[in-house]
């Protein structure tokens, strides 16, 4: 069983238009964060947002633990947004196991 | 800030071959982790350690060994590669509640 369930699987937008991605996981959790990642590139945390929503430039995150799900939200996208979006949940209590979703893999055209 | 290195940056390895991947942080990190990234499988946990001389198996630990002799250091054995291999070997340390990620070890096996 996916025990992280992201969507969609892939996305394309027009530059300047808003993205908004979405995770579920199967478990509850009490640690989520968002990930990107380009072709061949390093894993670049994005945000830690456990609960309630967050927000870091461009990027907000939204996460309802009661309802196991989290979202994360570009707004005016520029195509160096371009590359993998992937969320992970931390799976028993505070050691940072992370499951991870199988990522959304978003494209910006000019 | 601190970094993340993992070396070799590429591994080509023969069937049967005993290969090691390090990783150093300088962020003095307690806890460290190693993932593997397929491609259309997202990133499983192979080992993670709590401290220096800890070890802790993850889901995909059988074929591997690790070793954490120092707290900036951790390192991951195959301990007998598998022909046609390919993955990526991505290395992480953890704060409180954010995970960082090193740049990676692409492996091959002929």
């Known amino acids: 069983e996916q025990q992280v369930q992201q969507s969609p699987a892939s996305l394309v937008l027009q530059e300047a238009e808003n993205a908004e991605l979405q995770c579920s996981f199967s478990i509850f959790t009490n640690q989520v964060q968002w990930f990107y990642q380009r072709p061949g590139g390093r894993l670049v945390s994005l945000l830690y947002?456990?609960?309630g929503t967050k927000q870091s430039g461009r990027l907000t995150s939204t996460t309802v633990i009661k309802e196991r799900r989290s979202s994360l939200h570009i707004s005016s996208s520029q195509i160096t947004d371009s590359g993998t979006y992937l969320c992970?949940?931390?799976?028993?209590?505070?050691?940072?196991?992370?499951?991870f979703g199988q990522g959304t893999k978003l494209s910006i055209k000019p | 800030g601190g970094i993340i290195t993992q070396t070799p940056k590429f591994l080509i390895g023969q069937e049967g071959q005993k290969l090691t991947l390090k990783c150093q942080q300088n962020f003095n990190h307690d806890t460290m982790y190693w993932y593997r990234q397929d491609s259309g499988k997202g990133l499983r946990l192979i080992y993670y350690?709590?401290?220096?001389?800890?070890?802790q198996k993850g889901d995909l630990s059988e074929g591997y060994d690790a070793s954490r002799e120092k707290k900036s250091s951790f390192s991951l054995t195959v301990t007998s590669a598998q022909k046609n291999e390919m993955a990526v070997f991505l290395c992480?340390?953890?704060?409180?509640?954010?995970?960082?990620f090193g740049p990676g070890t692409r492996l091959t096996v002929l």
């Open positions: 947002n456990p609960s």
């Open positions: 350690s709590i401290t220096e001389n800890d070890l």
């Open positions: 992970a949940m931390e799976r028993g209590y505070n050691q940072g196991k992370l499951i």
């Open positions: 992480a340390s953890r704060t409180d509640y954010e995970q960082y």
